[in-house]
């Protein structure tokens, strides 16, 4: 069965260092998204991509980067990590359909980030 | 600006009774609205949507009502099941940009 996975689950990390959170899918998706859940926030829109190379700045972006080298993964890495970015990290993907039906996003387990 | 809203952050209902869930916007623009729902230490679920152009849509238990006059659309859930019992985000779409706007949540506790 198609299905989006992320990882690691949890994980800890100490302010400035460098993290890397995977994503990978394969719905054979064109487009993909990274939120972020905080209380009283709901889901932000870090980045998205809607296909191979190409990657967007969401609402939230500041200190994240993203990159798209192929269909199914799109990892989301913190420069420089800064306690204000812990929460809790989803990925998204979806078809990219256009007209006549919502484009369904599909979402992984979740990253529980704690930057201390 | 927040433009997909939710100000009930919680809700309590008995088993068997209906819930319903409320979500406010301000987009005109939006063709799309969804539900989605989420269990502890789990990614959100898609749970039913509706188009712009209809003011309801139902799918078994689940019934979402559109006012667009309002800018207001609702969940139903009925009869209400402990398993129902999670945190609901109602979710908007403009059709092309792919991107939703997501309300902040409610959480609705079903009490057996």
């Known amino acids: 069965d198609a299905e989006i996975t992320q990882s690691p689950r949890h994980k800890i990390t100490e302010t400035g260092r460098q993290v890397t959170l995977a994503c990978h899918q394969t719905?054979?998706?064109?487009?993909m998204f990274w939120y972020r859940q905080d209380l009283g926030h709901g889901l932000r829109l870090i980045h998205y991509?809607?296909?191979?190379?190409?990657?967007n700045k969401g609402e939230v972006s500041d200190g994240y980067s993203v990159s798209r080298s192929n269909t199914e993964d799109l990892p989301l890495t913190l420069e420089s990590a800064a306690s204000s970015q812990t929460s809790v990290y989803f990925c998204?993907?979806?078809?990219?359909?256009?007209?006549?039906?919502?484009?369904?996003?599909?979402f992984g387990p979740g990253t529980r980030l704690t930057v201390l | 600006d927040q433009q997909v809203k939710q100000n009930s952050p919680s809700l309590s209902v008995q088993e068997g009774r209906i819930s319903i869930l409320n979500c406010d916007y301000t987009n005109s623009m939006f063709d799309y609205f969804l539900w989605y729902k989420k269990y502890p230490a789990e990614g959100p679920t898609f749970l039913i949507s509706i188009s712009s152009i209809k003011d309801k849509n139902e799918d078994g238990r689940f019934t979402v009502f559109l006012n667009k006059s309002a800018k207001h659309l609702s969940l139903h859930i009925v009869p209400s099941q402990p398993g129902d019992s999670a945190v609901y985000f109602c979710?908007?779409?403009?059709?092309?940009?792919?991107?939703?706007?997501f309300g902040t949540g409610t959480r609705l506790k079903v009490l057996a």
């Open positions: 991509s809607y296909g191979v190379h190409d990657t």
């Open positions: 979710a908007a779409d403009t059709s092309g940009t792919y991107k939703y706007i």
């Open positions: 998204a993907s979806s078809e990219g359909i256009s007209g006549g039906a919502p484009d369904t996003q599909y």
């Open positions: 719905w054979n998706h064109n487009n």
